[in-house]
């Protein structure tokens, strides 16, 4: 029996329709409900159950729905909408819309796979079993885990009540839901101090904050209303960028471009009324500071779902899944992988890495399947497209040894017009009608192209 919503019954007649009360529904917080089935059984069991439709578990679901039996692929996921997330940032310039980074989650799935669209609860992986929100106990052979990460808008004092408020000054590219209004506090912007911050925990994209203040500052310098702003970004960690080679790049940009940065310093609290942010030295845990804000752009903390974080066998003490970092597997259970920003893989989260980890994970499980051991190694490439401004950016791609992994024969720490184009117009097609569809697997194969074969 479904319970009473909260707002009236709406007839969806597109998927504009469907993206416009699914997101007033997270604005408004009220209960979004979607009828697709009169039954759905309680037990259920397939080849493989893939849990997240996102980047990674669409990725590697696609490459095995056209291998196995139709349906012998199960993928748990209750989200109606699948967001292409790295657009955000180009969002929250005012470069694309959030319609643009949207699409329909059944669209996005492959067809050959089985869709429960529910949320995952709890593990028994000692009995090959999964067990639902809504009841369902789901038995498979193997398991693929691609759960993501989770936005903590409440472990920020205030963020939430600012977020909610359209005229706090406050907003955060991470949430399609708030992309949107860091454009639109630009725009009203007219003097005082532009903050940008970077939380005190495992981010996706950790490029992408840095993004938000590089874009905004070029549009307040090109609308005439930078040298009435003082910009800042404020990170919890002690450099700027975990990569040396593109670090010092972006020391010098952020200098050229007089941009004060702070480091070990975390966002803690959001005073609404006095519109000022309340920081924490890290280094000096009782020395705290506030700073007047006309806007400010949240990066929010983040942790492995709730989920995992409960389950204490197959996470590590973190509440990330622990798999092996080359071939990512579990250590204790051959039969269950996993891919992404749910991992505690040690490298930057991002749909580069999880392109670049699907061709491992479905290779390895592969083997697995046949009775072999996983041959395949990842090697931690990740990229960020580090978006400068309004037409140039400096294309980070590096290994777990924190060294460029580059692809194009050219010095990437350099600002391009090439790497920007490729940002906005050529990696959505690359996600959309590549990773989520199982054919792209990263640039290995260009970047030993355009090396001679002498690149890894």
């Not at 691609?146 to 000054?169: H, K, M, Y």
């Not at 990740?382 to 992994?405: H, K, R, W």
Request: hydrophobic share 35%; proline share 6%.
């Amino acid at each position: 029996m479904f319970k009473k919503p909260k707002l009236p019954i709406t007839l969806i007649r597109n998927f504009s329709d469907l993206l416009r009360i699914h997101e007033t529904c997270k604005l408004r917080n009220y209960a979004f409900y979607s009828i697709h089935h009169t039954h759905v059984p309680t037990r259920l069991n397939c080849e493989l159950l893939v849990l997240g439709g996102g980047a990674g578990g669409c990725s590697v679901a696609s490459k095995f729905a056209s291998k196995l039996d139709k349906n012998h692929v199960i993928i748990v996921e209750p989200s109606d909408v699948h967001y292409y997330q790295p657009m955000l940032t180009l969002v929250g310039g005012g470069i694309k819309k959030v319609s643009d980074a949207a699409r329909p989650m059944r669209n996005i799935l492959p067809a050959g796979a089985h869709w429960v669209k529910d949320s995952v609860i709890s593990f028994e992986p000692a009995n090959n079993i999964v067990r639902t929100k809504e009841g369902i106990s789901i038995s498979y052979d193997y398991l693929l885990v691609a759960l993501g990460l989770e936005l903590r808008f409440d472990l920020v004092e205030g963020l939430q009540e600012a977020l909610a408020n359209p005229d706090s000054g406050v907003s955060s590219n991470y949430s399609p839901q708030f992309a949107g209004r860091t454009f639109e506090n630009l725009k009203k912007f007219d003097k005082g101090n532009a903050i940008f911050t970077f939380p005190n925990t495992p981010v996706k994209c950790a490029g992408a904050p840095q993004k938000a203040c590089y874009i905004s500052e070029d549009y307040l310098q090109k609308h005439g209303k930078r040298e009435s702003a003082n910009v800042m970004y404020k990170t919890s960690l002690p450099v700027i960028f975990g990569v040396k080679h593109y670090a010092d790049a972006l020391n010098e940009l952020c200098k050229r471009r007089n941009i004060d940065v702070g480091l070990r310093q975390e966002l803690i609290e959001i005073d609404v009324g006095k519109k000022e942010a309340i920081f924490c030295n890290l280094d000096k845990k009782d020395d705290t500071f506030e700073i007047p804000y006309t806007m400010l752009h949240v990066t929010p903390p983040m942790s492995a779902p709730e989920s995992l974080r409960n389950d204490k066998i197959l996470s590590d003490s973190t509440g990330f899944l622990n798999v092996d970092k080359l071939t990512l597997q579990h250590p204790k259970f051959p039969n269950i992988f996993g891919i992404g920003d749910c991992t505690n893989l040690p490298t930057s989260k991002t749909a580069a890495a999880v392109a670049a980890q699907s061709k491992v994970v479905f290779n390895n499980i592969t083997h697995v399947m046949r009775g072999e051991e996983p041959k395949a190694t990842y090697d931690g490439y990740t990229s960020c497209p580090l978006v400068t401004g309004y037409g140039s950016c400096i294309l980070a791609e590096f290994d777990y040894n924190a060294q460029p992994l580059e692809t194009f024969p050219i010095d990437q720490r350099k600002e391009s017009a090439l790497m920007y184009y490729l940002k906005k117009d050529v990696m959505p097609s690359l996600y959309w009608f590549g990773l989520l569809k199982g054919i792209w697997n990263g640039p290995e194969h260009f970047r030993k192209l355009f090396h001679f074969g002498a690149a890894k």
